[in-house]
């Protein structure tokens, strides 16, 4: 069974103390992983998909990178906009989408 | 801008009284998904249609059943809501690479669903 672990569950941050969210997962094939933000109250939206090993992808403060194990999603000089749930979710042969529990990131000015 | 609508933001009903959620999109989709995410919990797959073609995920309860009238309307009915079905519904679409894992998926910003 497909299986994504995410950590830390909770993450504060000054302003500008730049850090890393980890996503583990085992899974039959991968096929993609794929990060989401997600706000209270508010859908997933969607971030990057990486696909193979050694991929990196990067937009503004963020860049995710992949092993074959794990995901790191690495925040550069945050904000508090950057405050957010982030949520990994991995694509295999079942052909659903598995998601993490998610890791809760606060940023404080 | 193209985009996942969900309607309404928030729902209350009556345990054991049927409730619709409604979903519909602008990106012309062939794929469209509903999840389930309770409090700080994972998304979890309820089902999903490809076209008209419906795909019941193992272990969502009977109690959950969906219509798909056209490419751009999805609906979740809850037939007989318990205290447990109270959750944040998640409507999501996808062309059909969003099932071979080859594109991302797009939410909308889902229902809440309170159970008095």
């Known amino acids: 069974e497909d299986q994504v672990t995410q950590s830390p569950e909770a993450l504060r941050l000054q302003e500008g103390e730049s850090s890393s969210l980890n996503c583990s997962y085992t899974?039959?094939?991968?096929?993609?992983l794929f990060w989401y933000r997600q706000d209270p109250g508010k859908g997933p939206e969607f971030l990057f998909t990486l696909y193979s090993a050694g991929e990196e992808k990067e937009k503004e403060r963020l860049k995710a990178t992949l092993t074959k194990k794990e995901s790191f999603l690495h925040i550069t000089a945050p904000k508090p906009e950057d405050s957010a749930t982030y949520l990994c979710a991995v694509h295999s042969r079942s052909e659903k989408l598995v998601f993490g529990k998610g890791t809760k990131l606060t940023v404080n000015p | 801008d193209a985009m996942v609508i969900q309607n309404p933001r928030y729902q209350v009903t009556q345990f054991g009284k049927p409730v619709t959620l409604s979903c519909s999109q602008t990106l012309n989709h062939n794929v469209m998904y509903w999840y389930q995410q309770k409090s700080s919990q994972a998304p979890k797959l309820l089902f999903h249609?490809?076209?008209?073609?419906?795909?019941n995920e193992a272990d969502t309860p009977d109690n959950f059943q969906s219509r798909r009238p056209n490419t751009s309307f999805c609906f979740l009915d809850i037939r007989s809501p318990g205290l447990g079905d109270a959750a944040m519904y998640l409507c999501?679409?996808?062309?059909?690479?969003?099932?071979?894992?080859?594109?991302?998926?797009?939410f909308g910003d889902g229902t809440r669903l309170s159970i008095l």
């Open positions: 249609y490809y076209d008209k073609d419906f795909n």
């Open positions: 999501a679409t996808s062309p059909l690479e969003g099932l071979l894992g080859n594109q991302p998926q797009h």
């Open positions: 899974v039959s094939g991968l096929r993609g």
